[in-house]
């Protein structure tokens, strides 16, 4: 299991903006794949933005230009730029890695963090 530690959630009205940050172990930070899921209540968990090691990006399409991933390898962190929140963006976010790009389009993990609630007000 690879710790993982999501934070940044909160409650934001709809038009603003929030960035999610997760701490990955340094030992794997460099050479893995990442990626940000949400759960929204009452749905099943589903990507939203996944980095491949090599820096390549994929975007859900409810989120491409607004959401942004990115990483800062000097401190293991990974990012989730959220911009111009919607309502229906409320969800729990999480984050997790992975040495399969498939894996983590896939988001087949067996273990995930806590999360970070979102909450996006109208």
């Known amino acids: 299991q690879v710790p993982l530690v999501e934070s940044g959630g909160g409650l934001v009205q709809a038009g603003r903006s929030l960035r999610l940050s997760c701490v990955v172990s340094?030992?794997?930070?460099?050479?893995?794949?990442m990626g940000w899921y949400r759960q929204a209540p009452g749905k099943q968990r589903e990507l939203v933005a996944a980095?491949?090691?090599?820096?390549?990006?994929d975007y859900a399409d409810s989120v491409k230009g607004r959401f942004t991933i990115s990483k800062d390898n000097r401190i293991n962190t990974m990012y989730l730029q959220m911009d111009t929140l919607k309502p229906e963006n409320t969800a729990v976010y999480y984050c997790?890695?992975?040495?399969?790009?498939?894996?983590?389009?896939?988001?087949?993990?067996?273990?995930w963090g806590q999360g970070t609630h979102v909450t996006v007000s109208s």
């Open positions: 340094r030992s794997i930070f460099r050479i893995n794949h």
């Open positions: 997790n890695t992975g040495q399969s790009w498939s894996t983590v389009i896939s988001g087949t993990f067996d273990y």
């Open positions: 980095e491949s090691a090599g820096g390549i990006t």
